[in-house]
């Protein structure tokens, strides 16, 4: 027998075997159909073997990084992971080769399983979303077509079915304060909410109507019991006691290393990224190197994770798992808190920070942090960009005159002036500021204020305030 003519027979067979069992199948609904005496027929269950105790949802492959010292102590407690990515990071750097774009992204896809894989994660799964460099957001958001990504990461909850959610805290700070991150996060978190609810997305909860069905999942719906959140911010002071601190200078149990290093490595598999990297650690003692990882910049000395939410009660400080059990849980929908009573004409900043705001309400997340006044950080020699909403609830057309104060050295280029607004209307404005070029006489920590000035017929109806600091290099508003 030639090879390929023994590959046709082992071919033959299992579609003959197949074929076979499904027969038994019809045969045995048939009898039951019949009121016939037959063997009960099992009735297809979930798929166990992508049923995970935590499921990580980031932006970017090397975004794990963030909680790889975590994710290794918790499997060696026999916790179960998957992991979601947002992207492939087609827009990030290469430091290996010449690819770019679509290539890039498909390169570090491979890289991400390859260190997923070292961890002893195999369940990784890509959504469809843009790479996209801005801090904003709304721009990730909108690049990611959300309400499909949306819809794909419900179908990955509701078939992974993790306990517990863990992704970026949606939130803008000065920090690398990528838009994309918080995109992850404001997915995971809308995903929380939603894959436990019979009636948000119900196509993948519909049984299916055909042997081989080709548009209904047949998942159930799935309410996770915890939501925590990491932080990519350069201030760690205002999270300090919102959610528990693990340290990554323990020893693995089942490899016997720290986890920071079982975390570095991780990233160092990521060699697109980390090349450069890779090799100024060359010849470096582990004493030397631990304190590099832990203690100057890259890891502090404890992974610390922001509660979002526990459905299962615990103190905010507990362990992830603390009252976390096997036991699935009945869907829990956000309890949305009010929206604060605001005068009848009146001015506020808007984009990603007025969808924060609504963001938090609307998600049961009025306790996460969040900076006073809302602040960021911008290149020297850009255009900073405040967004407004103005809201004009009075029943006659309105007159407002926007002014802005901005310190030495600004230059504000457009947005000032006297404008009209409709009666009951909500309306966009922009105030546009020139950035110095340089950062040479900034404040010492780098802040600066600006304020924008609302009035109409002579009074005050509301000013905005944001803290900008200025760097040599950051990502675009």
């Given at each position: 027998m030639t090879r390929w003519?023994?590959?046709?027979?082992?071919?033959?067979?299992?579609?003959?075997?197949?074929?076979?069992?499904?027969?038994?199948?019809?045969?045995?609904?048939?009898?039951?159909?019949?009121?016939?005496?037959?063997?009960?027929?099992?009735?297809?269950?979930?798929?166990?073997?992508?049923?995970?105790?935590?499921?990580?949802?980031?932006?970017?492959?090397?975004?794990?990084?963030a909680a790889t010292a975590y994710l290794a102590r918790a499997m060696d407690e026999g916790k179960r992971v998957a992991v979601v990515y947002g992207t492939r990071g087609s827009s990030g750097a290469n430091e290996v080769g010449a690819e770019q774009a679509a290539a890039l992204g498909a390169i570090r896809e491979i890289e991400a399983r390859r260190a997923l894989a070292q961890l002893g994660i195999a369940e990784v799964w890509f959504l469809d979303g843009k790479d996209t460099a801005s801090q904003n957001v709304?721009?990730?958001?909108?690049?990611?077509?959300?309400?499909?990504?949306?819809?794909?990461?419900?179908?990955?909850?509701?078939?992974?079915?993790?306990?517990?959610?863990?992704?970026?805290?949606?939130?803008t700070f000065i920090g690398e304060d990528h838009g994309d991150h918080q995109a992850s996060g404001v997915l995971?978190?809308?995903?929380?909410?939603?894959?436990?609810?019979?009636?948000?997305?119900?196509?993948?909860?519909a049984g299916a109507t055909k042997r081989?069905?080709?548009?209904?999942?047949?998942?159930?719906?799935?309410?996770?019991?915890?939501?925590?959140?990491?932080?990519?911010?350069?201030?760690?002071?205002?999270?300090?006691?919102?959610?528990?601190?693990?340290?990554v200078k323990e020893l693995s149990k089942s490899n016997k290393h720290a986890y920071w290093r079982i975390a570095l490595d991780g990233f160092l598999a990521h060699e697109t990224q980390s090349r450069f990297m890779a090799e100024s650690l060359k010849g470096m003692s582990d004493a030397a190197l631990e304190k590099l990882m832990t203690t100057e910049g890259y890891w502090s000395d404890s992974l610390r994770f922001v509660r979002g939410k526990s459905l299962v009660g615990g103190s905010a400080t507990g362990d992830v798992f603390e009252?976390?059990?096997?036991?699935?849980?009945?869907?829990?929908?956000?309890?949305?808190?009010?929206?604060?009573?605001?005068?009848?004409?009146?001015?506020?900043?808007?984009?990603?920070?007025?969808?924060?705001?609504?963001?938090?309400?609307?998600?049961?997340?009025?306790?996460?942090?969040?900076?006073?006044?809302?602040?960021?950080?911008?290149?020297?020699?850009?255009?900073?960009?405040?967004?407004?909403?103005?809201?004009?609830?009075?029943?006659?057309?309105?007159?407002?005159?926007?002014?802005?104060?901005?310190?030495?050295?600004?230059?504000?280029?457009?947005?000032?002036?006297?404008?009209?607004?409709?009666?009951?209307?909500?309306?966009?404005?922009?105030?546009?500021?020139?950035?110095?070029?340089?950062?040479?006489?900034?404040?010492?920590?780098?802040?600066?204020e600006i304020t924008v000035h609302a009035k109409s017929g002579g009074r005050s109806i509301g000013d905005v305030k944001l803290r900008v600091e200025l760097r040599k290099r950051a990502l675009p508003q």
């Open positions: 003519s023994g590959l046709a027979l082992s071919l033959f067979l299992s579609v003959t075997m197949a074929t076979q069992i499904c027969g038994d199948v019809a045969a045995q609904e048939s009898k039951a159909a019949q009121g016939e005496t037959a063997t009960a027929v099992p009735l297809r269950a979930p798929d166990e073997r992508y049923k995970v105790d935590i499921l990580l949802v980031v932006a970017h492959p090397d975004d794990e990084g709304l721009q990730s958001l909108s690049n990611w077509n959300h309400g499909e990504t949306l819809q794909q990461l419900v179908r990955l909850m509701r078939l992974t079915r993790p306990e517990v959610v863990l992704t970026f805290l949606p939130g995971a978190t809308e995903a929380f909410d939603m894959s436990g609810d019979p009636v948000a997305f119900p196509e993948q909860l081989l069905e080709p548009l209904l999942d047949n998942l159930r719906p799935w309410q996770s019991k915890k939501l925590y959140y990491f932080v990519d911010a350069d201030k760690e002071e205002v999270f300090r006691g919102l959610g528990p601190a693990y340290s009252n976390v059990s096997s036991e699935p849980i009945a869907f829990s929908r956000p309890e949305v808190a009010p929206q604060p009573q605001a005068p009848e004409l009146s001015v506020e900043l808007g984009g990603p920070w007025s969808f924060y705001a609504d963001f938090r309400r609307a998600h049961g997340l009025i306790q996460l942090p969040h900076p006073e006044p809302p602040e960021t950080a911008l290149q020297v020699g850009t255009t900073l960009m405040i967004p407004l909403w103005v809201r004009n609830e009075t029943s006659s057309a309105q007159e407002i005159t926007l002014s802005a104060e901005v310190p030495s050295g600004w230059t504000v280029q457009s947005g000032e002036g006297k404008f009209s607004i409709g009666a009951k209307q909500t309306a966009a404005a922009r105030v546009e500021v020139g950035l110095p070029a340089s950062i040479d006489g900034a404040k010492k920590n780098g802040l600066q």
